[in-house]
């Protein structure tokens, strides 16, 4: 129901809390600039008594890791500045490049996709969709 209401698939105290820290906004601008090179972003949701822990994937193709490892900084940047609007809310434990062939399956599905393919089709010429 959350790709019909163009939303994040993740619960709304982290959604809120992505998006008044800016991290969303800093992972979908680096992802904009990457836009070739990444095949998914996923989301590794851990839940503990104090909040969230989050553990962000920037899963790459063949020759990219360098740009997931991009991506990877500026989320883990971003955190680190805004600190303060994620206290309580959620705690990112960390954002990691992780090659396409050494994700498992078991990984995978313990995971919640990020939104973003929409991003594809604003690339010049239009990019492949990320394997879902």
């Known amino acids: 129901m959350a790709q019909r209401f163009d939303r994040l698939a993740l619960p709304d105290v982290i959604v ?3 998006d008044r ?7 979908l601008r680096a992802l904009e600039r990457t836009v070739h090179e990444i095949a998914d972003v996923r989301v590794l949701v851990k839940e503990s008594s104090d909040a969230p822990l989050l553990n ?5 193709n063949d020759g990219a890791r360098e740009a997931a490892q991009a991506v990877a900084s500026a989320i883990v940047t971003r955190a680190e500045l805004r600190a303060a ?5 959620v705690i990112i434990e960390g954002a990691h490049a992780v090659s396409a062939d050494a994700l498992t ?8 996709p990020f939104r973003a393919e929409y991003l594809s089709l604003r690339a010049e010429p239009p990019a492949e969709l990320p394997p879902r």
């Open 21 to 27: 820290s800016g991290v969303q906004a800093a992972l």
């Open 105 to 112: 399956y078991a990984q995978w599905a313990q995971t919640r």
């Open 56 to 60: 962000f994937l920037i899963v790459f």
């Open 85 to 89: 609007d994620l206290d309580g809310a």
């Open 16 to 18: 809120v809390a992505l």
